[in-house]
C-alpha cells in the first residue's frame, strides 16, 4: 500500500502459455519501491499455467476459455476486478527494468488530474535484432511527453500512441469513457487514449518508466500484425479517419535505414525493406478489409478467433 493520500496501485496482466519471465515479472513487482496493492492475472486456458502462481500473496488468478479471450474485453474484466484508483496494464513479456517502474509509471496521474494514461518507456530485450533495437528508440525515446488535442496537428497518429504493453489508467477517466471497447481485434489502448484526447484529457508518455520488452518478428508477422492494426483502425473511423498516419512508418524506414548504416550493418538493410513491404502490404489490406472474401482475412489475420467470432 502507499501512503493514505494516494490511490492504491493494482496491476492486470492477461497470460497465455506463460513462460519463465511471468515469475521473473512478478517478482520484479513485488519489489517495487513504491508497493502494488493486488496483482490480477486474467489467463486464457491453453496449456499448463504454473500452479504456484495462484499461491503467491496479493496475486489473483482468473481463468477464460479462448473463445472468451478479447483485447479490449479482457482488460476491462480486470479492471473491474479491481477497485484501485489506478490500474495498470502489463503483458506477459514486459520485464519491468528496476524498482521505480510503478512509481515513474503513476508519477504523471498523480502530478496533473487531467492525465487519463501513462505509458512506459520499452527498452529492447536480450537478443533484440537492430532494427528492432532502433523501432524501441524510435517509438519509445528517452524524453517523456503530455499529449492532449493539440498536438494531433503536429504528431498525427503518433498524439494518440499509448501501449498497454506497460500502461496506468486513472479509474474515474476510464470509466468516464466507458472503458474499452469490449470486441477489438487489436490496438485497444490507443483507441482509449484517442477517446481520452477527443474529451479534452491528456495522455502521458513515461520515459523514466522501464520494462525489457521487443520481438524479432518475421516478414509474415509483420503482415499479420499490421493487418489487425488497420483493422481496428477501420473499425473506429471517430478516432483515425483523417489523422496522418502513414507518413510515421516512412519516417521510422529512413532512420532505421540511417541507424544501420552508421553502425556498418547495411547487409540487415534488405530484410528492412522486405519487413517494411510486409508490414506495409498487411496495413493497406487491413484498412480494406471489408472488400475482402472471409477465406482471404483468415489467411492476414493473427487472431482468427476474433473472426470467428465477429
Known sequence: MGCDKEPRVDVVIPVCRPDERLMKILERLRKQSRP?????????????????IETLEGVSVKHIEPEEFDHGGTRDLGFQLSDAGIV???????VPADRELIRELVR??????DVGVSYARQLPAKGCGPAERCTRQFNYPKESRIKGKEDIE???????FCSDVCAAYRREIYDEMGGFTKKTIFNEDMVMAAHMIQAGYKTAY?????????HNYTGIQQFKRNFDLAVSQADH???FAGI?????????????????LKRKKARLIPALIWQSGCKYAGYRMGLNYRRLPYWVIEKCTANRLYWMRK
Do not use: W
Open 36 to 52: 502494488v496493492g493486488r496483482i490480477y492475472i486474467i489467463h486464457t486456458k491453453s496449456g499448463e499455467f504454473p500452479d504456484m
Open 88 to 94: 495498470v496494464f502489463m503483458t506477459q513479456d514486459a
Open 108 to 113: 504523471p496521474l498523480l502530478e496533473r488530474e
Open 154 to 160: 503536429e504528431l498525427g497518429i503518433k498524439a494518440f
Open 206 to 214: 513515461a520515459a523514466n518508466a522501464k520494462v525489457f520488452h521487443s
Open 237 to 239: 473511423p471517430e478516432v
Open 244 to 260: 496522418r498516419s502513414e507518413s510515421e512508418g516512412i519516417r521510422m524506414v529512413k532512420q532505421t535505414v540511417y541507424y544501420l
